[in-house]
């Protein structure tokens, strides 16, 4: 890598910091390339991506961002799995562990907060974005549909007493 490709790495790096809600810190050992190609396949389908960089280069991009605290765990072999939506990569990130020991979490950050693994795993296990949304909705329609049926009940209660006095009289 030249001196150009570091600093168009670097700018890359550090516009990913810029714009990303979470950071997650990983570290494979020795993943084999389906392997990785899946792992970048999940997380772009979540709309998250996975990164291995150099660590030399990850710590300058991270100086000046509000990432800067994850620079302690940027030793060894790494990867950053980053994302818009605060659990998306987090989410991925946990999944793929469970079904690969040579895929570790080591950490990570939520803007300013510094996750352990626990503490990624923590936010792995909470509701997406998505999910909240549609929980949100349906609160919302779930007092409009009880409002619609006991408006309903009445006249329901009265047809049925009626039709009860019509087949009495019939018979």
């Known amino acids: 890598m030249d001196r150009a490709q570091k600093a168009e790495a670097v ?3 550090k516009q990913t910091f810029n714009e990303v809600n979470v950071v997650v810190i990983t570290r494979n050992l020795g993943l084999t390339v389906a392997q990785s190609t899946d ?6 389908e979540a709309g ?3 990164k291995v960089a150099k660590n030399t280069l990850a710590l300058i991009a991270v100086e000046g ?3 800067a605290p994850i620079s302690d765990m940027l ?3 790494t990867a950053l799995a980053s994302s818009t939506d605060p659990i998306a990569a987090a989410k991925v990130a946990v999944d793929f562990a469970k079904t690969n020991d040579r895929f570790e979490i080591v950490g990570g950050a939520m803007g300013e907060t510094l996750l352990d693994a626990n503490g990624v795993k923590a936010l792995a296990a909470l509701p997406s974005l998505d ?4 929980r949100i909705v349906g609160l919302v329609q779930a007092p409009a549909t009880k409002l619609a049926q006991l ?3 009445p006249a329901a209660k009265l047809a049925r007493v009626f039709g009860a006095y019509a087949a009495k009289d019939a018979a």
């Open 39 to 44: 792992l970048r396949t999940r997380m772009r």
């Open 131 to 134: 999910e909240l949304r549609a």
């Open 75 to 77: 030793t060894g072999p």
């Open 11 to 13: 700018a890359e790096l």
């Open 151 to 153: 408006a309903n009940a």
């Open 48 to 50: 998250a991506s996975f």
């Open 65 to 67: 961002t509000r990432y």
